[in-house]
T-cell receptor, first 115, second 112 residues
Framework: EPEVTQTPSHQVTQMGQEVILRCVPISNHLYFYWYRQILGQKVEFLVSFYNNEISEKSEIFDDQFSVERPDGSNFTLKIRSTKLEDSAMYFC?????????????FGSGTRLTVV | GDSVTQMEGPVTLSEEAFLTINCTYTATGYPSLFWYVQYPGEGLQLLLKATKADDKGSNKGFEATYRKETTSFHLEKGSVQVSDSAVYFCAVQAGGYQKVTFGIGTKLQVIP
């Protein structure tokens, strides 16, 4: 079964450092998303991406965050200057874009720890 | 905006017990409804879905029926197993390709 692949599975970074989280969506999918889950809390929407541009973003997704699809296969989330409160599990997801609305396929997540 | 309310856990059941996890939603139009499951240390997996009123989603013995009149999508299973121990998230999506809004998650622990 096709998978969404995220790397690394765990990243530790110092406060103030830049971090890039990587995702490889399913190859024929057209819509891409980032979500985050602070430990023990709900899963929160960050951003959606279609046709090489952001289609929607939440208030969490401020100027410190950016997304990119640099080479047609990878989909990255960059945090420019990490804060302690950015520590969370970050999930990438992709959607084929069918009107049948099959639901997202999520990756297994990257656990980001900011120290 | 869209929102999902689900019962807070943890829910502790004995093996073979009946499970109900309540979920209600608010959303405009004709949203799709989902249950996702997160096993310990893993990501989010789509468990089941329903895309229109009165649809019943089912998978692995779990069922949920889209009730538009009560804006509910309760998850049920007739006989839980230890392997069902996980966190269950109810979710709503207002339309195709739009963001999915999750409930807070309900932790289920099944004891032998």
């Amino acid at each position: 079964e096709p998978e969404v692949t995220q790397t690394p599975s765990h990243q530790v970074t110092q406060m103030g450092q830049e971090v890039i989280l990587r995702c490889v969506p399913i190859s024929n999918h057209l819509y891409f998303y980032w979500y985050r889950q602070i430990l023990g809390q709900k899963v929160e929407f960050l951003v959606s991406f279609y046709n090489n541009e952001i289609s929607e973003k939440s208030e969490i997704f401020d100027d410190q965050f950016s997304v990119e699809r640099p080479d047609g296969s990878n989909f990255t989330l960059k945090i420019r200057s990490t804060k302690l409160e950015d520590s969370a599990m970050y999930f990438c997801a992709s959607d084929e874009g069918s009107l049948a609305n099959y639901g997202y396929t999520f990756g297994s997540g990257t656990r980001l720890t900011v120290v | 905006g869209d929102s999902v309310t689900q019962m807070e856990g943890p829910v502790t059941l004995s093996e073979e017990a009946f499970l109900t996890i309540n979920c209600t939603y608010t959303a405009t139009g004709y949203p799709s409804l989902f249950w996702y499951v997160q096993y310990p240390g893993e990501g989010l997996q789509l468990l089941l879905k329903a895309t229109k009123a009165d649809d019943k989603g089912s998978n692995k013995g779990f069922e949920a029926t889209y009730r538009k009149e009560t804006t509910s999508f309760h998850l049920e299973k007739g006989s839980v197993q230890v392997s069902d121990s996980a966190v269950y998230f109810c979710a709503v999506q207002a339309g195709g390709y739009q963001k999915v809004t999750f409930g807070i998650g309900t932790k289920l622990q099944v004891i032998p």
